[in-house]
């Protein structure tokens, strides 16, 4: 780690929030091979806590540079946001219309205009609540 890059990040703890982050995407690799989904879209979403942006941010850069994604076995880099920046990302829109949303990025297609139903919880309609 270069001394500008030790002066925002404590090796520590960055290689800490890393490990967290690969961990988590090798759980969606596995269960993408347990369910054999490798014929359908697969979005890897990590969420982390709001203290781990800038170190997400970083590890979404080195994955893009290298190939991280092809010896992990997915074509979709992983989405690292914290829980603040992914309903941010979902106020206005579904987690239908944000899903088509990203995959129209990888794919280099026209963008999902927002469907203004962030935030419903309709998603959430078949759960109940005891």
């Not at 979902?90 to 990888?106: F, G, H, V």
Request: a negative charge.
């Amino acid at each position: 780690m270069s001394a500008d890059t030790s002066a925002y990040f404590h090796a520590d703890k960055l290689a800490d929030v890393w490990c967290r982050i690969h961990s988590a995407f090798e759980q969606i690799c596995n269960t993408v091979e347990a369910l054999n989904l490798y014929d359908k879209p697969v979005i890897p979403l990590v969420l982390t806590f709001y203290d781990s942006i800038a170190a997400s941010t970083v590890f979404e850069e080195i994955v893009k540079q290298t190939d991280y994604c092809s010896r992990m076995g997915l074509n979709i880099p992983p989405i690292v946001y914290s829980l603040h920046e992914f309903e941010h990302w979902i106020s206005d829109r579904s987690l239908n219309n944000w899903a088509e949303s990203i995959l129209s990025k990888q794919n280099a297609s026209y963008p999902i205009q927002r469907d203004n139903k962030g935030h419903n919880y309709g998603h959430l309609n078949n759960i109940s609540i005891l």
